[in-house]
């Protein structure tokens, strides 16, 4: 039986108290603790980045990071993403180009597609690539993915109207 250890974590800009497994995931934490149910718990290995959410606004895979290990950091889930009703641009276009399929990979290429184009918004074909390729996706190519970031892109150029929430630095 794994010890009990209290643990304080701000997530999606509130903070959260509990006595919990000093082996906990961080996945386990948000999922369970916190009954936030976007980051989905693929592998469990690492491999499938579908856990992944911004930790002081660098993706990491959730299901590999110690819940315990995130205190004093900024975590953002897919829940924290938007800005109440106004999305993302990210988020909007992968509604508006079609880039959601089964909706099981989508958070994480949400979160990993935001934090590319909140630090490079003329990201080239090859730095978006590199993007999604962080993430599996069971239900298709990766073209209308691919698409939506690169338009959410334009948008931030366009000056579309939302928060940054990323801090870390492009492509860690």
Do not use: W
């Not at 993706?59 to 800005?83: K, N, Y």
């Not at 508006?96 to 290429?109: E, H, K, L, S």
Request: some cysteine; overall charge negative; charged content about 15%.
């Amino acid at each position: 039986m794994s010890q009990k250890q209290f643990i304080s974590l701000t997530v999606n800009g509130q903070t959260h108290s509990r006595s919990v497994p000093a082996s906990m995931t961080l996945l386990s934490f948000l999922r369970d603790e916190l009954n936030l149910t976007g980051s989905k718990q693929g592998c469990d290995l690492g491999e499938c980045g579908c856990c992944s959410v911004l930790l002081d606004g660098v993706p990491v895979l959730s299901c590999m990071t110690l819940a315990i290990a995130t205190q004093g950091q900024s975590i953002t889930t897919i829940e924290g993403i938007s800005d109440g009703p106004l999305l993302h641009p990210v988020q909007e276009r992968m509604v508006a180009d079609g880039a959601i399929q089964c909706g099981f990979c989508t958070p994480a290429m949400v979160i990993n597609g935001v934090h590319l184009v909140e630090h490079n918004d003329t990201p080239c074909s090859e730095e978006i690539k590199q993007c999604v390729s962080a993430t599996i996706c069971r239900c298709t190519g990766y073209t209308k993915i691919e698409t939506a970031i690169n338009n959410a892109a334009e948008m931030i150029r366009e000056g579309a109207n939302f928060k940054p929430r990323s801090k870390g630095a492009c492509c860690d």
